[in-house]
Each structure stands twice: as C-alpha cells, then as structure tokens.
C-alpha cells in the first residue's frame, strides 16, 4: 500500500533522513563494488541481512520478483527495504510518503511488518513483490517528488483504502505479489518433485 499519512511511520521523519544521509556517505563504498555488482542489487537494498537475503531469493526463485528488481535497477531510484510498521502495525507493508533526492536518484523506503507469526517465507515474499511494484509506479513518474505529487498520482491509478486508513492501493500492485506468489508455488511443486525423484 501506499501510505500518504506521517502517522504511517512510529518513526521520527529525520530517522529516513538520517537514512537517506548515511547512504550518500557510503556511495562511494558502494561505488567501488558496483563492478562485480549488477546494478539492479545495488539499486534494491536493506540494512537488514535477512532482507537482503529474500531479495535475492525471490529474484532467483520467481521471475515477476526479478522483473520488478530489475527495472528498479534501471530507474533513477534507489528503494530500502526495511523492517518497520505501517499505520501503528495496522498493514502489513508500505512505501512511505518520504522521498529524498541526490544526484538525479529519488530514495524510497518499503516498511514490512516483521510477523513471523502470520506469514510464511513465500508469502513475505509476495509481500516484498507487492511494494516493490509500488516503487515501480512512483519511479516511473519523474514528476512524483514529495507527498503532494505521490498522492496526486495515486488519485488517478490508485483505489483509496477504507477502514480509516490514508492511503491507496492498486490493481499492479495486487497482481505483482499474486504472481510472485504463484510463482514460488511452482518452484516449491518443481523442487519437491525432482527431490522426490532423487
């Protein structure tokens, strides 16, 4: 979901800007390894290994999660994903309304719930997909570049949430995870099965 609410974050807003900074400060670090990097890893990222890991896992594993990766990777947008709580844990993931800008790249930043209680590992997965397609729909609009211009956006391709909540869903969005989630099925159905036969 997108979430166009400031209560949509139980962080203080500099936190992602203290964010924001400290990533510009290792962009040369990040730089220097860039050639033994593709550039859409570089482009995906997390501070949390566990989500670095499922990144990496579900573009290996499904190819929608690699497609929605990969054009990430050829934006001018740079997408963290983190552990965190949408609308007081009320979702169970979001991008917030906070973008940044350096040197021609918006930053974004996904929240997932951290719930190993109520989903699995293919359905964290789906989740990932479905907020990634939703950083795909910002970065695709260069004029998106703060809260006004993100919500004016998601007025025209977006579904407003109901149940209290500011925000927007869509279609793409819904469709990415339910494909990722599909896919990851097959792959779970094609590995059991060549186990088996081993």
């Known amino acids: 979901m997108i979430y166009t609410s400031d209560a949509g974050d ?12 400290a990533a510009l400060a290792i962009n040369l670090a990040v730089a220097t390894q860039a050639s033994t990097q593709t550039a859409d890893t570089a482009r995906v990222r997390s501070t949390d290994p566990v989500l670095s890991a499922l990144i990496r896992e579900g573009a290996e594993r499904s190819a929608t999660f ?3 990766v990969d054009a990430i ?12 709580y949408c609308a007081r844990a009320r979702l169970s993931g ?3 309304p906070y973008l940044a ?38 970065l695709e609009h260069p004029e998106v570049i703060d809260v006004k211009t993100m919500e004016a956006l ?31 099925h097959q792959t779970a159905l094609i590995r059991r099965s060549s186990q088996s036969e081993g």
């Open 101 to 138: 800008s350096s040197n021609g790249d918006r930053y974004l930043r996904v929240l997932i719930t951290p719930d190993g209680n109520r989903r699995g590992r293919d359905q964290l997965l789906g989740l990932i997909a479905h907020e990634l397609r939703h950083a795909n729909e910002i």
């Open 10 to 21: 139980n962080k203080p807003r500099h936190s992602f800007a203290a964010l924001v900074i």
């Open 66 to 68: 690699e497609g929605l």
């Open 73 to 84: 990777g050829r934006s001018h947008g740079i997408v963290y994903v983190e552990f965190g």
């Open 154 to 184: 998601y007025r025209r391709i977006g579904t407003p949430e109901t149940g209290g909540l500011s925000g927007y869903e869509t279609s793409a969005a819904r469709a990415a995870g339910e494909a990722v989630m599909r896919e990851l």
């Open 94 to 96: 979001c991008v917030l």
